[in-house]
């Protein structure tokens, strides 16, 4: 026998129940409805507050919202269903969703993924999210095993640090178990391609599309003389440091005199919070399966280009990567650099670039994407 909404209020919510007043935000309810359908299901009952008073809905009206998230908050498509209560004469809406057979389900407008943990959806921990692509069989190319490597060809040093530094893992147990945990190793105990990007040893051998490749030229073009040339193969946390230096020794530091706080300010032409975002973003989002292509920095006389090889994902249009909703061609890498804090843990960097520039009056940064690359135009402070 079904328990009555007055029971099911005294009980409160739980992995499986969530209260939803009337006037709930819908990507409030899609939220809600992709960590259901992400971890075991539950049920939402609009028209009661979280304090547990019924408030009721408008059935129609609501019926008509919900009919809208599910065309246009949440992807992949989901089913639901609706069941009309009625207490004290007002009505509420038990919305019922059943744990999904198309995982992992995000929210389309901020691009977010969700699980259910306890009363709270949540963004799901580096490790939740592979098993959501793992459950929809939808493993990325960057957790793909590289076949005859072990966690020999990684480096301790690098693999000590991180966990100890950045996770606050104890490396004393059972290592290997808990670096195939991290999706460092596969289930082979082979090295994943993430694992050999961030703490492999000979990137060369076996991924010879790593690294970066950095030119200065003389004037506006590639055929002027190359001024400056360096390649550099190493792990990704070491590449955007590369790439942070050679920017900075081949472009000039103007200084501003700070009238109001009577003191001298050096402006770079390109600002290191700007490089450093957009460096890492060409590591998390480039198309690791392309090969014969790295990421690329190119500094001419009037401007910095910054090259990463394979298009946005399908899911994903330039404007929307623009004005701040993240994407997860690569979620283990971009998690990863967020736990060397080298990219805005909000996932709002690019938006916070181009604050800063409309801010200050200067040329807008150029975003360019097709089938085969994206490419990053930014203009120097003079």
């Not at 020794?249 to 103007?254: A, G, I």
Request: proline share 3%.
């Amino acid at each position: 026998m079904e328990n009555s909404l007055l029971e099911i209020i005294n009980n409160g919510e739980d992995s499986y129940t969530e209260f939803k007043s009337g006037r709930a935000h819908i990507d409030s309810l899609a939220k809600e409805m992709v960590a259901f359908a992400n971890t075991a299901g539950g049920k939402i009952y609009l028209g009661i507050e979280d304090n547990g008073e019924i408030t009721g809905v408008e059935k129609k009206i609501w019926e008509e919202k919900l009919v809208q998230i599910l065309r246009n908050n949440i992807e992949p498509s989901l089913s639901i269903f609706i069941k009309n209560r009625k207490e004290d004469e007002k009505t509420v809406l038990q919305v019922e969703i059943e744990k999904g057979k198309n995982k992992p389900y995000k929210v389309k407008t901020s691009n977010k993924y969700y699980i259910r943990v306890g009363s709270v959806s949540t963004e799901p921990s580096q490790e939740e999210l592979v098993r959501l692509f793992q459950d929809g069989e939808l493993l990325h190319f960057e957790v793909k095993s590289i076949p005859g490597t072990t966690v020999q060809d990684l480096e301790s040093i690098l693999l000590r640090e991180y966990c100890n530094q950045h996770r606050k893992i104890d490396l004393e147990d059972k290592t290997e178990e808990l670096f195939r945990n991290l999706q460092i190793l596969g289930k082979n105990f082979e090295c994943t391609i993430l694992g050999m990007l961030y703490f492999g040893k000979e990137l060369t051998q076996f991924l010879p599309q790593s690294g970066i490749d950095m030119f200065r030229f003389s004037g506006t073009e590639k055929d002027t003389d190359i001024l400056d040339h360096k390649t550099e193969i190493l792990p990704i946390p070491s590449l955007i440091e590369v790439g942070e230096r050679f920017i900075k020794y081949n472009s000039s530091t103007k200084a501003v005199f700070n009238q109001s706080e009577t003191r001298r300010e050096d402006v770079q032409e390109y600002p290191e919070f700007v490089v450093r975002e957009l460096l890492s973003n060409a590591f998390a989002h480039r198309d690791w399966s392309i090969f014969g292509q790295r990421v690329k920095i190119d500094i001419f006389s009037d401007r910095l280009e910054i090259f990463s090889p394979g298009k946005l994902p399908n899911t994903l249009e330039l404007e929307s990567a623009i004005s701040g909703i993240s994407y997860y061609r690569n979620p283990i890498i971009s998690q990863m650099l967020k736990d060397y804090s080298l990219v805005e843990k909000s996932g709002r960097g690019l938006l916070k670039i181009l604050n800063y520039y409309k801010k200050n009056k200067l040329s807008l940064p150029r975003f360019q994407a097709t089938n085969f690359f994206l490419k990053v135009t930014l203009y120097p402070i003079r």
